[in-house]
């Protein structure tokens, strides 16, 4: 598929690092503008993008897809040769891990960090349950091969890596040595250091 138009609207103070490392991992060309917050994520132009008025948004083409695990997965698929989705009859792994930290990751985390405790009713009904069953459930699912969908990288490793190298620096996710290694792994990729760096540089007035 051609990576003509394709535009990441992002902040570099926000979830779109994720949209950029998986952009950088595809090797595509790929332009960029930036979406401040308030009146620029909230106008009328941008809600047009993303009803939400949240970053990050993709276009590529007529196509617009917001959601980051959503961007990873459509990338990995726009750019097949990029290797970064598992052929389809081995994806249990890719799709698993991939919405388990889109979903009761992220939940959980969040909401801990909002000082929210749920009562063991509520955990029974709420999808994700208890924040140890889900950090503990992580845990697992970074050890038990090198990457979260098999033996290689792929698109999924962008979206749950990025989960635990924030949660870790900002203290929501605890340090524990297989959150560490994982990191370690992903993270040491010449993509994501790419994109780390394009957002670290750019000026504070677009923050």
């Known amino acids: 598929m051609s990576d003509a138009e394709?535009?990441?609207?992002?902040?570099?103070?926000?979830?779109?690092?994720?949209?950029?490392?998986?952009?950088?991992?595809?090797?595509?060309?790929?332009?960029?503008?930036?979406?401040?917050?308030?009146d620029g994520m909230k106008s009328a132009g941008f809600r047009a993008i993303n009803p939400m008025g949240k970053v990050p948004a993709l276009r590529h083409g007529a196509r617009t897809v917001t959601e980051c695990p959503a961007i990873c997965a459509y990338l990995a698929d726009a750019f097949p040769e990029a290797g970064l989705a598992p052929a389809p009859p081995h994806r249990a792994d890719y799709y698993r891990w991939l919405f388990f930290a889109a979903g009761p990751l992220e939940t959980a985390v969040t909401l801990?960090?909002?000082?929210?405790?749920?009562?063991?009713?509520?955990?029974r009904t709420a999808g994700w349950g208890a924040f140890s069953d889900?950090?503990?459930?992580?845990?697992?699912?970074?050890?038990?091969?090198?990457?979260v969908a098999g033996p290689k990288f792929s698109a999924a490793d962008v979206h749950v890596g990025s989960h635990i190298g924030w949660g870790m620096q900002f203290?929501?996710?605890?340090?524990?040595?297989?959150?560490?290694?994982?990191w370690a792994r992903v993270s040491d990729r010449r993509a994501y250091h790419k994109a780390t760096e394009i957002d670290d540089t750019l000026t504070p007035d677009q923050q």
């Open 6 to 38: 394709l535009i990441l609207f992002t902040n570099p103070m926000s979830r779109g690092r994720i949209a950029r490392w998986m952009l950088e991992e595809t090797g595509a060309h790929y332009d960029t503008e930036i979406i401040f917050y308030g």
């Open 134 to 147: 889900v950090i503990d459930t992580l845990e697992k699912a970074v050890t038990a091969q090198d990457f």
């Open 171 to 182: 203290g929501t996710i605890e340090e524990r040595p297989a959150f560490k290694a994982y």
């Open 112 to 123: 801990k960090s909002f000082g929210v405790e749920l009562s063991e009713q509520q955990q």
